[in-house]
């Protein structure tokens, strides 16, 4: 399902050429759309374009790639229905938090890979790319960190991943679209089990990487997924892509929540806002 916020300005007989995709975040095990709507709101608003969020499926009951499926097929969906929601698709972002900074990724590659229209811009807020434990400067705030101790790290990916060690993905018969043929399904399930990539961003060869649009990290510089959005920086400007890596300084993981009472949040909310306006100004 999604939630469908629609600036208060918006005239229906003049839709906005902007539309916004996002994906929430909560670990792939928890929250909503609408945990989000506190910042969302404010986005819609200060875009005057319509912001489009997902429900997808959550982990462990529904471990990768259910949840990226979900935000790939709204992808699509989204793609055809752009007047029904309020824009013309002239310019396209996808913005997600946490979990849903790594559906960013994942539906822009797989964008890519069936030739669809990409994203104008990638807009990733403290980004989970590396569905690992592996120790890392940043991966050791963990230890101390209250909002994202080790143990929930640990757990919420692992999670995600399922329990075998090689990932790999047999469409179940019952989660299948009826939309869609059983071979576009097979296909599919090829496109997702070439890589890694598509569970674990920094994983992607750079053959994936390189189809990628506009990228915009967000991270926190208290945050222990930080690490992730700074390799995926570093990987991406060696690949000659477009990519901004915007740390905000004193704020913790999910700082875009805590936009209703923390100064510091709201500042880092509105810096979204200006990266995304500027992509549709461009």
């Known amino acids: 399902t999604i939630r469908h916020l629609v600036p208060t300005s918006l005239d229906r007989a003049r839709p906005s050429k902007a539309i916004v995709l996002h994906f929430h975040g909560g670990g792939f095990i928890s929250q909503t759309s609408k945990s989000h709507v506190v910042y969302l709101s404010h986005w819609a608003n200060k875009l005057n374009a319509p912001v489009v969020s997902v429900d997808y499926k959550l982990a462990p009951e529904h471990p990768y790639p259910r949840a990226l499926n979900d935000c790939f097929y709204a992808y699509a969906w989204m793609l055809q229905n752009m007047s029904k929601l309020g824009s013309t698709g002239e310019k396209i972002i996808v913005a997600g938090d946490s979990a849903g900074g790594n559906f960013t990724f994942g539906i822009s590659m797989l964008a890519a890979q069936y030739g669809l229209r990409r994203p104008d811009l990638v807009l990733a807020a403290y980004p989970a790319l590396h569905i690992a434990v592996d120790p890392s400067p940043g991966r050791c705030l963990a230890m101390m960190d209250p909002l994202l101790p080790m143990g929930v790290l640990m757990a919420c990916l692992q999670a995600y991943r399922g329990a075998g060690t090689n990932v790999r993905y047999d469409p179940d018969p019952r989660e299948r679209l009826p939309m869609l043929s059983t071979d576009i399904h097979r296909r599919h399930a090829k496109i997702l089990n070439a890589s890694d990539g598509y569970l674990s961003p920094s994983m992607a060869p750079d ?16 945050d222990p997924l930080m690490d992730d959005s700074v390799s995926m920086a570093r990987r991406l400007h060696k690949l000659g892509k477009t990519v901004s890596l915007h740390p905000i300084d004193s704020v913790c993981h999910g700082f875009l929540n805590f936009y209703s009472v923390s100064r510091l949040a709201r500042d880092a909310c509105d810096k979204c806002v200006d990266v995304m306006r500027a992509t549709i100004e461009s």
């Not at 053959?207 to 208290?222: A, F, G, I, K």
């Open 207 to 222: 053959e994936l990487l390189s189809l990628l649009p506009d990228v915009c990290l967000m991270p926190s510089t208290l």
